[in-house]
């Protein structure tokens, strides 16, 4: 007994329309993992101070607060480090940064619903331009229960160099007098002249009386 044509057509398309459906919902999840509706971090960094010269030393702050529903997990930042800067040290205490390095990486881990993290970077200003140099944002991984992976990039931060600073307080030497006598050596010229006038006119009173 042979099939029914159209019936085989209507489990064709069915059969088809479901393969469609399954491979569209493989592709949104895993292609599309950097697109989430809500954004679970909220992330600021700030510089203090903004103008500096050539080696000063400034910090880089930086606060990650977790405002989703759930724990986000495996949170992993990078941080890239303009060239007329140096990193001298942080907040986080195991935290190993190569010397001349432009950029490093640092694991977080997990972060709680509502907990807030607050770091801090300290460089030092090793360029003597006058420029401003633009510090880039903090590129923060993650990972939520459902298997997404995903990143978001903080805000950036601009720093004004103002070059070699010049030491103002040199110490000159005071200017030299000229024809002028200090007031101490006026009263130590006294001592020594006033005795010989009082007894220089001493004497010549003596000499008038005896007439």
């Known amino acids: 007994m042979s099939r029914n044509p159209k ?53 880089m702050s930086l606060s990650i607060t977790n405002i989703y529903f759930e724990e986000v997990l495996n949170v992993t930042i990078h941080v890239t480090i303009p060239s007329e800067v140096e990193f001298l040290n942080s907040s986080i205490s195991d935290l190993t940064v190569e010397n001349d390095s432009l950029e490093f990486d640092y694991q977080i881990g997990t972060i709680a619903v509502d907990d ?44 004004l160099l103002k070059g070699v600073q010049i030491d103002s307080d040199t110490g000159t030497l005071p200017p030299k007098q000229i024809g002028t006598i ?27 009386l005896r007439r």
């Not at 992330?43 to 000063?56: G, S």
């Not at 007031?183 to 008038?208: K, N």
């Open 182 to 208: 200090k007031a101490d050596d006026i009263i130590i010229i006294m001592a020594y002249l006033l005795p010989i006038v009082f007894f220089g006119l001493s004497i010549v009173i003596m000499r008038r």
């Open 116 to 159: 807030k993290l607050l770091m801090s970077f300290e460089y030092n200003v090793t360029s003597p331009s006058t420029e401003t140099i633009n510090f880039v944002g903090v590129n923060v991984s993650f990972k939520l229960l459902n298997g997404i992976s995903a990143y978001e990039i903080t805000n950036s931060v601009n720093i």
């Open 7 to 59: 019936i085989q057509r209507k489990g064709i398309l069915i059969f088809l329309l479901l393969l469609t459906l399954a491979y569209g919902s493989v592709i949104q999840s895993n292609g599309y993992t950097n697109e989430i509706q809500a954004a679970p971090l909220q992330h600021y960094l700030v510089a203090n101070p903004e103008e500096v010269y050539q080696r000063d030393h400034f910090n």
